[in-house]
């Protein structure tokens, strides 16, 4: 598998060269570049892209602030999810993305305030009611902490 994951790279690497706003050749090398762990290279992949007129796809922008997030870069990743999440065609996705950097930046109170967002319109959404569980917790309010996770609990999976 890791000789055909080669291949692929070989021949993205190479639509890119030849095509650089191929969005999709770019966003599937960035991918490869991931999961070979060349996440800098990745970054700057898509960075390059980005800098081209009209690049602003919410997916390249999602895409690089999960890279940002995993490599703890918290404040890039929260730029760019605030960025791409009035542009997507998938608002849950992303806002939970950046309630959940906010939680790692300790920024409680915001994170606190976009679980709340996301569960008044998904009340069934079950990873949103755990993390502001968790968040309630972390900011010390374990009373409501402790009702979201009842609620959590109380549901069927």
Do not use: C
Request: aromatic share 8%; glycine share 4%; proline share 4%.
């Amino acid at each position: 598998a890791t000789s055909q994951f080669r291949k692929a790279l070989l021949v993205f690497e190479q639509v890119v060269r030849t095509h650089p706003d191929n969005l999709g050749a770019l966003n599937r090398l960035a991918g490869l570049y991931d999961q070979f762990g060349r996440v800098d290279e990745a970054i700057a992949l898509l960075q390059r892209y980005r800098q081209q007129p009209g690049a602003a796809e919410p997916v390249v922008l999602v895409r690089l602030a999960d890279l940002y997030k995993r490599k703890q870069d918290f404040t890039a990743a929260e730029k760019l999810y605030r960025q791409a999440l009035p542009q997507t065609s998938e608002p849950l996705s992303v806002q939970l993305k950046l309630a959940e950097v906010l939680s790692w930046e300790k920024k409680y109170d915001e994170a606190i305030k976009i679980y709340r967002q996301i569960l008044a319109v998904h009340p069934e959404n079950r990873t949103a009611r755990f993390n502001l569980a968790r968040v309630l917790s972390w900011k010390g309010r374990k009373e409501e902490a402790v009702q979201q996770y009842r609620r959590l609990l109380g549901e069927t999976p």
